[in-house]
């Protein structure tokens, strides 16, 4: 599995491109994309660009703090990036980024 | 107070599976999603597509949080039939079917048009209502069960 950066055909370096899912909240700040792809070398890179993209998104992906928002579940392929590294849980190529909300109550 | 948009429409077999899971999660709470069309506005229409039973995290008779696993499979699922996760139910064991105040809390990360159907089991036949909850105000939505 490649990670980090990888040279493309014309020898430039080339970021991961990954896939991310976007939950039905959070679509209309993504001009109604459920699916958008981004590049990065980590999770917390990926979000970076879609932020830089997506304005919008800047209060739903990361809290104040830095770390991923409480209130969304984010999945990189079949693993949940708490268990991994969280936003420095590196990508690779064909990534499938899943943004899940949290849904509870009582 | 007159109910809001969208009707919340299923169909017996979902209807009873919702309901059939919230019997199976006893004594604790139970939870799923529904996956549905949304229109170009991007809002739910109603129409319930498919319905996913899911676990109770918090394997408690007070408090539920959807098991973030089976909110994936959900996901995938939805969206290979062009469908989004427009809701979710969970069960109220002992209380009425209507928004707890624990409810009303979490809801604000979900959105002023997510559906919440809530299923009280207090009573020998459950009672099933729907919600969107909008900040701090509650809205009851229709709803309608093809067949029943």
């Not at chain 1, 055909?9 to 699916?35: N, Q």
């Not at chain 1, 849980?89 to 899943?98: E, H, L, M, R």
Request: proline share 6%.
């Amino acid at each position: 599995m490649r990670v980090g950066f990888h040279r493309g055909m014309d020898g430039k370096v080339v970021a991961m491109a990954v896939e991310v899912r976007l939950p039905t909240l959070l679509r209309p700040v993504a001009d109604g994309s459920s699916s958008v792809s981004a590049e990065g070398e980590t999770v917390g890179d990926v979000f970076r660009q879609l932020i830089g993209r997506y304005p919008g998104l800047a209060d739903n992906l990361i809290g104040e703090d830095g770390s991923l928002h409480k209130f969304v579940n984010v999945y990189r392929n079949d693993d949940d990036i708490r268990y991994l590294d969280a936003l420095d849980t590196k990508v690779a190529d064909g990534d499938v980024i899943s943004i899940l909300p949290a849904v509870a109550g009582g | 107070m007159p109910f809001a948009d969208p009707t919340l429409v299923l169909d017996l077999a979902q209807y009873r599976r919702v309901v059939a899971h919230c019997y199976d999660g006893l004594p604790d709470e139970a939870c799923g999603l529904f996956a549905g069309p949304v229109g170009d506005d991007l809002l739910p229409t109603g129409v319930v597509g498919e319905v996913y039973p899911c676990r109770n995290a918090d394997a408690s008779a007070r408090t539920y949080t959807i098991d973030t696993g089976d909110y994936l499979r959900a996901d995938r699922d939805a969206r290979s039939r062009d469908l989004d996760i427009v809701g979710g139910w969970h069960s109220h064991t002992h209380t009425e079917a209507y928004p707890s105040a624990t409810d009303v809390a979490k809801a604000r990360a979900l959105g002023p048009n997510f559906v919440f159907v809530i299923v009280s089991l207090k009573r020998a036949e459950p009672a099933v209502r729907a919600y969107r909850i909008v900040g701090d105000e509650i809205l009851e939505l229709p709803v309608r069960v093809e067949g029943l």
